[in-house]
T-cell receptor
Framework: GAGVSQTPSNKVTEKGKYVELRCDPISGHTALYWYRQSLGQGPEFLIYFQGTGAADDSGLPNDRFFAVRPEGSVSTLKIQRTERGDSAVYLC?????????????FGEGSWLTVV | AQKVTQAQTEISVVEKEDVTLDCVYETRDTTYYLFWYKQPPSGELVFLIRRNSFDEQNEISGRYSWNFQKSTSSFNFTITASQVVDSAVYFCALSSTGGFKTIFGAGTRLFVKA
């Protein structure tokens, strides 16, 4: 597609449930990022992929969060045992090249609400 | 440590006024990039500009202009003759040789009233 595509656009889940959020980056983009944005805040870095491997996962808040990108394109962010504090917009982004300083292009986000 | 500060939480102007959004950054790296993004009510972050630390020339794109001053670690964004469609949250961001992540400020919400 032309832009970064994220599904679902909205997800409401009960506390304790497992959630998967999917991201399809811009075609040909090598690097993929996940960010989280809480109300009234800027995007907060979670994890960065170069190809299939996670080059930097220092932003994942705890071991309930995990992300994969098995074929170097589509990525899935997985959240286990969801908590109400996980409610936020999860943003996926991609850039043409790997490394620092590249312009990253965002999708519309997946709004997660944990009730 | 890297940090981006956008001290203005909200700004409200009347259409056709000029408005400047402030951005102050912190980094120990001498090589870095600065960015501005726009997030309209629809929610998607839209890239506006990327500037590297070696280029301090001001940039103008239509009604938008950016003033980069390394001496004050600032990268301010001015909208000339604002329009209602400029209403959005604007984010300043920083990426440096210190890592892969791009760090964002908390954003400035701009309201442009007709």
């Amino acid at each position: 597609g032309a832009g970064v595509s994220q599904t679902p656009s909205n997800k409401v889940t009960e506390k304790g449930k497992y959630v998967e959020l999917r991201c399809d980056p811009i075609s040909g983009h090598t690097a993929l990022y996940w960010y989280r944005q809480s109300l009234g805040q800027g995007p907060e870095f979670l994890i960065y992929f170069q190809g299939t491997g996670a080059a930097d996962d220092s932003g994942l808040p705890n071991d309930r969060f995990f992300a994969v990108r098995p074929e170097g394109s589509v990525s899935t962010l997985k959240i286990q045992r969801t908590e109400r504090g996980d409610s936020a917009v999860y943003l996926c982004a991609s850039s043409l090249d790997v490394g620092w300083g590249n312009t990253i292009y965002f999708g519309e986000g997946s709004w997660l609400t944990v009730v | 440590a890297q940090k981006v500060t956008q001290a203005q939480t909200e700004i409200s102007v009347v259409e056709k006024e000029d408005v400047t959004l402030d951005c102050v950054y912190e980094t120990r790296d001498t090589t870095y990039y600065l960015f501005w993004y726009k997030q309209p009510p629809s929610g998607e972050l839209v890239f506006l500009i990327r500037r590297n630390s070696f280029d301090e020339q001001n940039e103008i794109s239509g009604r938008y202009s950016w003033n980069f001053q390394k001496s004050t670690s600032s990268f301010n964004f001015t909208i000339t003759a604002s329009q209602v469609v400029d209403s959005a949250v604007y984010f300043c961001a920083l990426s440096s040789t210190g890592g892969f992540k791009t760090i964002f400020g908390a954003g400035t919400r701009l309201f442009v009233k007709a």
